[in-house]
Nanobody, 113 residues
Framework: QVQLVESGGGLVQPGGSLRLSCAAS????????MGWYRQAPGKEREFVAY???????NYADSVKGRFTISRDNAKSTVSLQMNNLKPEDTAVYYC???????WGQGTQVTVSS
């Protein structure tokens, strides 16, 4: 079916930036919507950003103006550029392949001074 591998997480100070990437296997990536979700300890997994197969996007209110989702269908990758990071952005970030309801293993993002 599909395998998703996230990368790019790490430790960053408030106000800093990170770029997350998700590499997907399979030939159907280009026709599937993709999303980024995150989950912090003690909280439910929450929606962060969405991108359709055609490139239309949607964002959670908490990240609008700070995060940008993009995709490269030729390389079967989806990225999340995160700017002006805040401590409340600390979470494990997951890549979601909507066409098959598949999830990656997650990558840790920690925003702390």
């Amino acid at each position: 079916q599909v395998q998703l591998v996230e990368s790019g997480g790490g430790l960053v100070q408030p106000g800093g930036s990170l770029r997350l990437s998700c590499a997907a296997s399979g030939s159907i990536f280009k026709i599937s919507a993709m999303g980024w979700y995150r989950q912090a300890p003690g909280k439910e997994r929450e929606f962060v950003a969405y991108i359709s197969s055609g490139g239309s996007t949607n964002y959670a209110d908490s990240v609008k103006g700070r995060f940008t989702i993009s995709r490269d269908n030729a390389k079967s990758t989806v990225s999340l550029q995160m700017n002006n990071l805040k401590p409340e952005d600390t979470a494990v970030y997951y890549c979601h392949f909507l066409g098959l309801s598949s999830w990656g293993q997650g990558t840790q993002v920690t925003v702390s001074s």
